[in-house]
């Protein structure tokens, strides 16, 4: 692809992704650091648009759970038009997410996916479980595994989980209509020792009740910006207008990234920037040809392609949705008061068009 080409791709990013035109949909439970609401995705549908997401509270998953709620509410909310407020009208606490087998003591990112059957909400949360016995050394008190669980209907079954150090905690999954005819979910994984965060590839070829990792790492993690954190969060597929319109099929793919893991002293000297890390990552912007998938590349390679205007500069679990008439985007930002609410922004076709154009 041509540089003119990559530029209008990158523009439409910067363009949906606005952070000083969106607005609040759903705000954390209270203003202050450690607190947000998000990390799902947004569908539409003959009702209008519905959106899932978690209430999370203050809490540090690396040094145990007894400091903090955090993960506390899977919700799922509707709106008859995105114009509208959106409404509460299920939600589920770890309680009810937990099992027998393991109760629940953290709920992370979740995704809708409208399956054959009706609608399906995957979820991942950490479950009080001991690491694998070589790693049970390094297990924090209070500390759990994450997995990823699929609600149908009132049924609870797992779908993916790991017990390889380098693999063992997965979560945040993005389920979609793959290219290829598959259904593919993408999802994050951490190492027993969490010094990094990582993006995997599942698929679900038709007829196939499950799923399949096909890559532990769909897009490496960076050099600069993004060398300690890479997690792909949604896959939006460009419309075809203007240049675009006769290419063959691209999409585009949101991505959180982070420098590090915890927030590094910076040289007062220095020119200053927000670097991102665990639970303040910054945004990312890659793209690639349908026909490749899932072979993407990156376009935010220096720097992130979005930074919230306020707070740390947080800006991440970008989740989209395509209708006839707008693109539609939510993700979670940083607010002045430091805790991230769910935003919302949109573009008619008529903009799409003009900035492919």
């Known amino acids: 692809m041509d540089a003119d080409a990559l530029g209008r791709l990158a523009e439409l990013g910067q363009a949906l992704i606005d952070g000083t035109r969106s607005r609040v949909l759903v705000p954390a439970q209270r203003a202050s650091t450690g607190y947000w609401f998000g990390g799902g995705n947004l569908l539409h549908d003959a009702e209008g648009f519905v959106l899932c997401g978690r209430y999370r509270n203050f809490g540090d998953s690396r040094t145990g759970l007894g400091i903090g709620e955090r993960g506390l509410e899977l919700a799922v909310f509707r709106s008859p038009d995105f114009s509208n407020p959106f409404t509460k009208t299920q939600h589920w606490s770890k309680a009810d997410l937990s099992t027998p087998e393991a109760s629940v003591v953290s709920i992370e990112g979740a995704s809708l996916y409208p399956g054959p059957a009706g609608m399906e909400l995957y979820i991942s949360t950490e479950k009080a479980l001991s690491y694998p016995t070589a790693l049970a050394a390094f297990q924090k008190p209070g500390t759990g595994v994450w997995s990823i669980d699929r609600l149908s209907g009132d049924r609870l079954e797992p779908v993916l989980a790991s017990d390889a150090g380098e693999t063992l905690h997965v979560k945040d999954p993005d389920v979609f209509d793959a290219p290829s005819g598959q259904v593919a979910m993408i999802f994050c994984s951490h190492p027993f020792s969490w010094s990094s965060s990582n993006t995997g590839l599942a698929l679900q070829a038709p007829g196939d009740p499950g799923f399949r990792v096909a890559d532990w790492s769909m ?31 691209v999409s585009l793919y949101f991505y959180d990234g982070a420098e590090c893991l915890r927030a590094l002293d910076e040289n007062p000297s220095a020119a200053r920037r927000p670097r991102g890390y665990s639970c303040e990552e910054l945004g990312g912007l890659a793209w690639g040809w349908d026909a490749e998938f899932p072979r993407i590349q990156r376009l935010s390679v220096e720097f992130p392609a979005f930074i919230s205007p306020h ?47």
């Open 311 to 357: 707070g740390t500069g947080c800006n991440r679990y970008v989740g989209t949705c395509v209708t006839e008439t707008a693109l539609y985007a939510t993700w979670q930002q940083s607010q002045p008061d430091l805790s991230q609410a769910l935003v919302g922004h949109a573009l008619s076709m008529e903009q799409v068009e003009q900035i492919l154009s």
């Open 219 to 249: 897009l490496e993690r960076g050099k600069a910006w993004d060398v300690a954190c890479t997690r792909l969060t949604d896959r939006l597929p460009v419309p075809r207008l203007g240049i675009f319109g006769d290419t063959p099929p």
